[in-house]
């Protein structure tokens, strides 16, 4: 049953994912729940707009892990990636760069791989570890659960798509669409700033 329940979800995020270049931000029906462009404005400081992610989950190399991780540093970048999404592969050697550029106190970055989810083959984990080491995307990596798309990706129409997380676990900005090193340092430094 757990299995089948991956496997629709897979399903769900693959098919809204198809056109990524294509997809259309909905407007929300809580504006207090979803990103605002505004998050950043000079002078203000960052409300976040949602309860606290909660999710377990298993990295790459089979380690189990939970929202726990938040607890570690001031600021959790939360990159959701495919296999088949060249943005998203384009963009993982400077997001491979920043996870090292940060004390871990202060950063730290996590990948979703949103279409190899937990229980997939070897065939689908060895290319996803293949994609990972040629990218040089040297940070955790986790592989789609149930509590991780219940929690955070459900409505995820886009890859890539990136949750900055406060240290509870609240999300305080959301980016859809890849970028260059330079752009994603200066908006974690600026969120670092506000924190």
Known sequence: MKHKSISLILTCILLSAAFPGCAKKQEPENPSETASSSSSEEGSKLQPF???VSFEAVTLEGDSITSDIFS???????NVWATYCNPC???MPGLGELASDY???DFC???IISDVPEGSGQQELD???ELVEATGADYTHLLLSESLYN????DV???PTTFFADKDGKILDIVIGAMEKDAWKEKIDALLEEL
């Open 89 to 91: 592969l384009n963009e």
């Open 127 to 129: 290319q996803a570890k």
């Open 109 to 111: 970055l996590i990948g």
């Open 151 to 154: 929690s955070l990706l459900a």
């Open 157 to 159: 129409s886009a890859v």
């Open 72 to 78: 570690e540093s001031r600021l959790t970048m939360i």
């Open 50 to 52: 949602s309860p606290p």
């Open 103 to 105: 004390a871990p106190e």
